[in-house]
């Protein structure tokens, strides 16, 4: 059993950054792959970022590449996500997300339907 909790949103202006924390407890969380979702009004929740356990893979999104980068401290049961140059259609709730065995392959770790546990969310609000 994981518990997630995220933190770190706000507003800011266009070009700014931001820095999410995902704090997790649980025992697993070394095996979790970890996960970032967002979701603007109207529309659905879609893949941002995933990490595996070991930071062997990491996945991104292709209109976040080379903006925001995702990492993980398994010593401190966190997982980041590092959001800079940020623009006005990257406002969202931003949602953390963990599964419950590690998730192999692009595939399973950008499938919202693979992760077994989320946080409540935190809002991100771009302005222009």
């Known amino acids: 059993q994981l518990q997630v909790v995220e933190s770190g949103g706000g507003l800011v202006q266009a070009g700014g950054s931001l820095r999410l924390s995902c704090a997790a407890s649980?025992?697993?969380?070394?095996?979790?792959?970890m996960g970032w979702f967002r979701q603007a009004p109207g529309k659905e929740r879609e893949f941002v970022a995933a990490?595996?356990?070991?930071?062997?893979?990491?996945y991104y999104q292709d209109s976040v590449k080379g903006r925001f980068t995702i990492s993980r401290d398994n010593a401190k049961n966190t997982e980041y996500l590092q959001m800079n140059s940020l623009k006005p259609e990257d406002t969202a709730v931003y949602y953390c997300?963990?599964?419950?065995?590690?998730?192999?392959?692009?595939?399973?770790?950008?499938?919202?339907?693979?992760?077994?546990?989320w946080g409540q969310g935190t809002q991100v609000t771009v302005s222009s």
């Open positions: 997300a963990a599964s419950r065995e590690s998730l192999s392959g692009r595939y399973y770790a950008t499938g919202s339907s693979y992760y077994d546990y």
């Open positions: 990490i595996t356990g070991s930071a062997g893979s990491i």
């Open positions: 649980g025992r697993t969380f070394g095996r979790s792959t």
